[in-house]
Structures are given as C-alpha cells and as structure tokens.
C-alpha cells in the first residue's frame, strides 16, 4: 500500500462549537485559558510539538493572514514565554501553503 | 444540598435532536456501568415537556426487569411546563410557576442527586440562572449536519470548568463540566 502524508486538522474550538468570538475575535478562545491557567503552559506544548511532527502549514485565507500579522514577532518578543517563540519560529519556517 | 447534573448525549457538531438514532449504537457495557453509577448517585429526574412527552411515551411500554426501565420507570420525575396540565407517567410532578425558586428549593431538601436528561432549554435556563452544579457532555464522534443543539446561537457567553473527562472504547468522550460563573471567579 502506498503510504501518503497525513493531513490533520488542528482547532480550538468552545464547547458550542465556535472558533472566534463576536467581532471574528479569535481571542476571545484563549483570554479564558490566560486568566484562569497563568502558568499552564499545556496548551502551548501541544501546538508546538504538532508543529515539530509536520513539514507544511496549511491555510485557508483568513486564518493565513491571521498567523501572518500574529507570529512573525513572537520570535523575537523578550515577553513571550520561551514554547511561543519556539511555536514562532516553527511558524515562521515551516513551508506554508494558503 | 442536592446537585442538579444535566447529562446530555451530543453529537461532536453540538446537536441533541433524536438521540435515540444515532448515539444508541455507540453505547456498551463500560457506558452502562457509568449509568448504573449516575442513576445510583440521583432519586430524581428532572426533565422539559419535550423530553418528558418523548419519555413518557417510551419507557412505561418497556418490559421491566432490567435496571434502567425500572429505575427510569419508578423514580421521581419533576417536568417543568407552563402549558401541561397533568403529567399521568407514574411519580411524576409538576412544575409550572416561579421554576426558579422551585428547583432553588428542591435542592435545600435532603435528598440525592437531581438528574436532568435531554430538555435543551430548561438546561440552557438553569445555567443561566446559576442553578446548574454540572453539565456532563458525552459527546460522540459524529458530525451530524443538522438537528436542534444544546446550545444556541445569541445565548451569550458562559465560563465553564473540566471536573473529570472519561474516554469510553466506543470513541464516546465524557466530559464533566462545572458553571464557573464570572469570567474565571
């Protein structure tokens, strides 16, 4: 059998099943996360080892320019903490296909 | 005091319309144990007019003897309806007015768990009103297209915090939730 690339798709999602708050405000997800969990970093990790097991990124438009004005500066961001700027350059240089 | 536990059969689109056609075939015998365990921690059901219509059209017509059909059968059954006159399935009760401070109260007197099963708005309404203790999702791994869901659109928003999760052989995922009230609080 020929042994092909998975395509997995990746979302946070609310328990009613949106992905973005009012106003297409994909931070309203994580605002919760960031309050209640300060130094829960599980999240992050996971994102950030999906991230280390694939070789291309793929987006639809919106979410595209989405990651394009978010995780460019990340990297370089001496706040962020240490898994976001590794998610950043994951991001930053994985092939991405929009 | 009593807590009231809603447990709802969900599709992974977030539907609850007709269980019985698509979220029976995923149920076994771990799923049963985890019934048999919230049936013996409740003495009450508390259920919608829908629900209850659909419930007491079913179960009084199931041969008893097993477990679920007498327990189901023979518990106390709360429905809340403002247009029901009487509700004629054994030990069931009324309640048509102030269902607020009703249900405050039934949780005040002794007792075990009120279970509530399916009834979407009342559900919806008890969360709103703080009168929820716990939103038990068993969410199956099936996207149905369409259908009524438990939560809908324009209801505003709700913090809600993981208590337990349980992953049954069947792909069926358990997940307990607490109100959480305010933003995090």
């Known amino acids: 059998m020929e042994v092909t690339r998975k395509l997995i798709v990746c979302n946070a999602m609310s328990l009613d099943g949106y992905y973005e708050g009012p106003g297409k405000n994909v931070m309203d997800l994580f605002d919760y996360r960031w309050e209640a969990y300060p130094t829960d970093e599980t999240f992050d990790a996971y994102n950030a080892e999906r991230l280390r097991a694939a070789d291309t990124l793929l987006l639809g438009r919106t979410s595209y320019d989405g990651f394009r004005e978010f995780w460019p500066s990340v990297a370089d961001d001496p706040d962020a903490r240490p898994l976001q700027r590794e998610i950043s350059r994951l991001n930053n240089a994985i092939e991405k296909c929009s | ?185």
């Open chain 2, 1 to 185: 005091m009593r807590k009231v536990v809603a447990v709802e059969l969900v599709s992974l689109d977030g539907v609850i319309e007709a269980p019985e056609e698509w979220a029976f075939s995923y149920s076994n015998e771990e799923m049963e144990a985890a019934n048999a365990k919230g049936m013996a921690a409740s003495d009450a059901l508390l259920l919608g007019r829908v629900t209850y219509e659909q419930m007491a059209a079913f179960w009084p017509e199931q041969r008893g003897g097993t477990p679920m059909v007498d327990y189901i059968n023979s518990v106390q059954k709360l429905v809340v309806s403002t247009t029901l006159q009487e509700v004629g399935w054994n030990n069931s009760n009324l309640i048509k007015d102030n269902v607020p401070g009703q249900i405050a109260e039934l949780k005040r007197q002794p007792g075990k768990d009120i279970t509530i099963i399916g009834s979407a708005a009342l559900v919806r309404s008890l969360l709103k009103a703080g009168l929820l203790d716990e939103l038990r999702l068993m969410v199956h791994p099936v996207i149905l297209g369409n259908g009524k869901r438990l939560f809908e659109d324009g209801g505003g928003q709700e913090i809600l915090e993981l208590v337990s999760s349980e992953t049954f052989g069947t792909g069926v995922v358990s997940l307990a939730y607490r109100p959480a009230g305010e933003k995090g609080s």
